[in-house]
Every structure is written in structure tokens, then in C-alpha cells.
């Protein structure tokens, strides 16, 4: 009786470590989630040169001010502006490079899982360098 408990114990410690550890999380990935949403948030407002602060200069060179960038979000990535829910998923960190899904309701009720990808800048900053979307199955929400 006396060792059974002991192995009781162990076990509930064992996954109030694990639960508190789970809880706190990777800060790469904490900070990833912001960036994305923060760029979600300025899309929705409107606010060109916010996003656009969050694009990664390899993305900043191919569209060269916010106004061409605003523009290329607007007419090909149409879903990320005003989502109804955004729902982060699958996270995958592999040195200065970080793998995002991220589960979004578009506007019009549509459902994508938008795949991003971030670069850790040399100042430790993390921008978005590509995003590409994937029509989900199963049509509109």
C-alpha cells in the first residue's frame, strides 16, 4: 500500500509538470502567434504600413512599399483580411526558421488553413517571409 502510493504521487507530480511545463509554452511560438496576429489585426484595419512591418525583407523587396503590398494581400490572399476566427494549429521551430498553420474563417464563412512561414531577423525579431493558403474541405461555415 505504502509503494503504491508512492507511485500515486509520482504520477500526479509527474503531470502537474508536465501541465505546468505545457502551459508556459516555447516563447518563440508565443511570439510567432503575435506576429501573425498582429498583422491579421492591421489587415483588418486597414493599416498598410503595420502589416507591412511584419513582412520579412525578402518579402519587402518583392513588393516594395505597403500600398503594393496591401494590394497583393487584398486581391490574392483575401480570407486573411477580417477573419471570422482564427484558430492557430500545428507550430514546428527548426533554427531562425518556424512553421505556422493557422485555421481561418474568412469573411464570407469560407474555411482555409493558411501555412505561414517566419525568419528570426539578426535583432532576435521574427517576420512572416511567405504564407500560402489551402481551401479546406467541406465549403462554407
Known amino acids: ?25 516555447d516563447p518563440a511560438q508565443a511570439t510567432v502567434k503575435r506576429v501573425i496576429q498582429d498583422q491579421l489585426s492591421a489587415f483588418a484595419q486597414g493599416d498598410k504600413t503595420s502589416a507591412y512591418s511584419h513582412a ?20 490574392g490572399y483575401p480570407a486573411l483580411i477580417s477573419p471570422k476566427i482564427v484558430d492557430f494549429k500545428d507550430y514546428e521551430i527548426q ?5 505556422q498553420d493557422v485555421m481561418i474563417i ?16 539578426e535583432d532576435g525579431t521574427w517576420r512572416i517571409s511567405g504564407c500560402w493558403l489551402e481551401q479546406l474541405p467541406g465549403g462554407s461555415v
Open 56 to 75: 520579412a525583407p525578402i518579402i519587402q523587396q518583392r513588393f516594395s512599399n505597403p500600398d503594393i503590398f496591401m494590394q497583393m494581400v487584398t486581391s
Open 106 to 121: 474568412a469573411s464570407d464563412g469560407s474555411a482555409w488553413m493558411a501555412h505561414y512561414s517566419l525568419q528570426q531577423m
Open 1 to 25: 500500500m505504502k509503494h503504491m502510493f508512492r507511485w500515486v504521487l509520482v504520477g500526479l507530480l509527474m503531470g502537474l509538470w508536465a501541465t505546468t511545463a505545457g502551459a508556459q509554452g
Open 95 to 99: 533554427g531562425g526558421r518556424v512553421e
